[in-house]
């Protein structure tokens, strides 16, 4: 499991993440986080907003863009 995996269980309603890479460009990933509800990621992004930062700059040298896609269900 991953640091961002590790890092979501503490939230309640999270369900799982899933790292995809695309075939055609095999250094681009996409990453799904999946949760119960949207009230849930943003209970935990409440609850958990330091440790998901720190994460993020720790592991910032792994990243040379990201872009949130969005909310579906």
Known sequence: MGA???LFRRGDGFLGVQ???DLEEPTRFV????WR???AFTAF????????VAL???LADLTLTEMRLGDCE
């Open 56 to 58: 993020d700059e720790k």
């Open 45 to 52: 992004m409440t609850q958990h907003r330091a440790l998901y």
């Open 4 to 6: 961002w995996a590790r």
């Open 19 to 21: 790292l995809l890479r």
């Open 37 to 39: 509800s949207r009230d």
């Open 31 to 34: 990453t799904i986080d999946r």
